[in-house]
């Protein structure tokens, strides 16, 4: 090796060390100051599906969220469009939602947005344009956009799927609601975090984004430090909850799921590298548990809440 050749790789080294050195001071500022400051970089926001089992409709949910606490409500669209079905108008909804000081800040949906079957796909882009259009009405920001159709058969196109993503992020520019790329752990696709980054960067949208889960990235078998990597934009909502060590990764289900710091996941680590990419992402409680829905819709809101803020803190400080 030449003498310059060395040289200038202790040079490198020596950058990147400092780089990664102030990169860290950076998150560690941040937290710092944003401890004591006391104030919370995030917003938090209750997921429907927390008590979804109580069978409340819509209206119902929104005074809970606000009596609760929450900043926001991350309704599950079905629940909106009953709502229509039954007579309500969605100006009406929207009042209430904004008279209770609550924002949209996602909606939940199952669209065959992404499968390869055209016709199945057409009619599923169809949907999300009317569930988009439903969502703007009440001033919805976004929809998840999961791999709803494409669970069972490994080995889908994952240049195709960005393609696809693409189409509802076009039509979503009609509205200005915002499909986000759902992780979800027990799909044969869309499983991790790598397949569903890559989905939205290669999608080549400005306002593609990902819907990460606490859940749903332990279950697909992603390693939590892949959160470090994905810029603060592109979490805009993260779906907050816990997972106990039993059942196993193997056999876990949705119904599982648990109260943040409930069970087992790394919630401190996965937060600090949040807090550390600058986020002031929307955190929304998603659980469905059945013993969750058998107890008062109210305390089990104010817990979730309380729960997720108590974790925050931790991150904070740690």
Not at 40 to 60: A, H, M, V, W
Not at 173 to 188: A, C, F, H, I, L
Not at 196 to 220: N, Q, R, W
Not at 267 to 281: C, H
């Amino acid at each position: 090796m030449r003498d310059d050749d060395c040289s200038r790789r202790h040079f490198m080294t020596a950058v990147g060390a400092v780089a990664g050195l102030s990169l860290a001071g950076l998150g560690a500022t941040r937290r710092a100051e944003a401890s004591a400051s006391n104030e919370d970089p995030f917003r938090y926001c209750l997921n429907t599906s927390t008590i979804r089992g109580q069978k409340l409709g819509i209206e119902k949910e929104v005074d809970i969220a606000a009596e609760a606490g929450y900043d926001a409500i991350e309704p599950w669209v079905r629940t909106v469009e009953e709502y229509v079905e039954a007579g309500g108008k969605l100006a009406d909804l929207r009042k209430r939602i904004e008279d209770r000081g609550l924002t949209v800040e996602s909606a939940i949906s199952f669209p065959r947005w992404i499968v390869d079957d055209d016709a199945v796909r057409a009619q599923a882009v169809e949907q999300v344009k009317r569930e988009m259009d439903l969502l703007a009405q009440i001033g919805g920001k976004r929809i998840a956009a999961p791999p709803a159709g494409a669970t069972r058969e490994p080995g889908l196109d994952l240049l195709k799927a960005a393609e696809r993503y693409r189409t509802i992020l076009e039509a979503g520019d009609q509205t200005g609601v915002v499909p986000q790329v759902e992780v979800w752990g027990s799909s044969k696709n869309l499983h991790r975090l790598g397949q569903s980054m890559f989905v939205v960067i290669e999608s080549g949208h400005p306002k593609a984004c990902l819907l990460p889960d606490v859940y749903h990235t332990y279950k697909g078998g992603s390693d939590f430090t892949g959160f470090r990597t994905i810029s603060s934009p592109t979490i805009q909502v993260f779906h907050l909850n816990d997972y106990p060590a039993d059942p196993p990764r193997e056999t876990i289900r949705d119904g599982d799921r648990v109260m943040p710091g409930d069970g087992i996941a790394p919630l401190t680590q996965i937060l600090r590298m949040l807090l550390e990419n600058g986020s002031q992402a929307a955190l929304s409680l998603e659980l469905f548990s059945a013993v969750y829905w058998k107890k008062d819709p109210l305390e089990v809101a104010k817990t979730g809440l309380a729960k997720m803020k108590t974790a925050v803190q931790k991150a904070l400080v740690a």
